[in-house]
Nanobody
Framework: QVQVVESGGGLVQAGGSLRLSCAAS????????GAWYRQAPGKQRELVAS???????NYVDSVKGRFTISRDNTKDTVYLQMNSLKPEDTAVYYC??????????WGQGTQATVSS
């Protein structure tokens, strides 16, 4: 059974950094694309960043220049480096991956809290 497990969330002061990891396991197929979403209290889940198999990336405007999505294909892991964090970045961050056979999976979410 495919599993996607996030880690790296926590509490940080404004201006600080966090690095989220998303490790996929249980599939004989490798990751085709990966993405990070976030959901703040009372708000809809939004796409934060995505990365293709070839490494092409996209970001929501509010995080451009501060967040970096990357991947390690040898480990079937997707990362989100978050720098210059702001209180409005506080949310539960979810990883979403698509495998080359078409299967997809969500992680359970990891909380990132930025204090002012």
């Amino acid at each position: 059974q495919v599993q996607v497990v996030e880690s790296g969330g926590g509490l940080v002061q404004a201006g600080g950094s966090l690095r989220l990891s998303c490790a996929a396991s249980g599939s004989i197929f490798s990751i085709d694309y990966g993405a990070w979403y976030r959901q703040a209290p009372g708000k809809q889940r939004e796409l934060v960043a995505s990365i293709s198999r070839r490494g092409s990336t996209n970001y929501v405007d509010s995080v451009k220049g501060r967040f970096t999505i990357s991947r390690d294909n040898t480990k079937d892991t997707v990362y989100l480096q978050m720098n210059s964090l702001k209180p409005e970045d506080t949310a539960v961050y979810y990883c979403y991956v698509g495998f080359v056979n078409g299967e997809t999976a969500w992680g359970q979410g990891t909380q990132a809290t930025v204090s002012s």
